[in-house]
């Protein structure tokens, strides 16, 4: 036990100094302007970065089939239609609860602080240029999010083709249709259900073993990823939003250390420092590669071999949570709007103001956990109220940054959610820094 313990700190600590190596790399690159040396924007773009984007393909390779068994296997054998339909109730409340609590967080920051008040409008007009090329296809992708709202959100969600909507990684209709299924299995008798159940369990397992084997690169990985990340930072950019990037900033550590550590200390009645420490390795695969769905599967690992949640759990809320509860998303895409309305004068009133918070989480459903996942979603719901959704790209240049924060709020809102549905199935939550069975070190 003493030697997975070391193991576990093993792998958080190399983590954190990839990260930190790699964020330095990275300023100095920033600093040297790499792309003015063949030698070090060599270095970047054709070995740094490949190295990176290898890492997150490799981590998202794993998600649909994970996505699948896993939800069918958490749903199959939840013991019964009833306990199923409360612990989906719980979490439902809890998804809206805390994504309500993020963007009235950010509605009042914004309001309170009103960053894009006196900023030069101007500023939107060299934004727009520079961005031009991003922005056509930002703004002809916002108008299908628009589109697929309503009633298009109804065939998003029920496929007529699952294989297509595998293909298309749709994550609403694999986890339709995987809910459905496990429901059925639900439904029929034990020793009909357990063969097809004792598969999708192997699967999960030996996703998780991959996981595993992945993770081994992560220091390495992430360090690449910050390089990448940092060395493109517009720095210059930092003066005129850091007001705008104050606020968000503030929005999510209040939701974090406000919200979300009141939830783990008096809710879940956790240490909040264990919590965090246990979820090192997930910050830091969330943080470095922006993206909720490649954190998954080590989202889950985590809260299976660290925190102790029944598997069934962890395979049903982690998935269902990663798609469609994004605190961190909601709540950057209401201070973003809601700045660029300030920088063109768009008055939204109260109930406008509202409304548009309302149509934020509800559209967060269908944010894709990549990086930049949320931008199109947000463009399109700020055209609903009037807002020019092109001012978006006035934010363009810092966003990575502050989407790399906003995934980290993304995957503690998951986890939480797992550690939830553990407390209320009254499962008692592992304390200790041990592993159950494994750890990403030892497989
Ligand atoms: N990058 C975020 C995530 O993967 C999505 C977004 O807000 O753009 O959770």
Redesign the pocket.
Known sequence: MKQKKVNEMRSSTRILIGLIVGTLVGLVLNKLNFQDSAFLNGLVTQILEPLGALFMRSLRIIVVPLVFASLITGVGRMGSIVKLGSMGTKLGIYYLATSFIAVIIGQVLVSVMQPGVGLDSALVAEAKLQYSDKMAALTAKSAGVGESLWPGILSTIVPSNIIDAMANTNMLAIIFVAIIFGSALLALEKKKSEPLLSVTSGVEEAVVVIVGWVMKLAPYAVAALMVGVIARFGFDLLANLAKYMLVVVLGYALHFFGTYTMFVRTFLKYPPLTFMKKMMPVYAT?FST????A?MPTTIHTAEMSFGVKKELASFSIPLGTTVN?D??TL??CVAALFIAQIFGVELGLVGQVSLCLIIVLSSIG?????????PVVMSAMAMFNIPPVGIALVLGVDRIL?MC??VL??TGDMCGALYLAKCDGQKLRTGMEHKESTLDDK
């Open positions: 969330a922006s993206s909720s769905a954190t994004m961190g998303t950057f895409e944010v894709a956990g990549v990086p930049g996942g949320s931008i989407d906003r995934t993304n995957v």
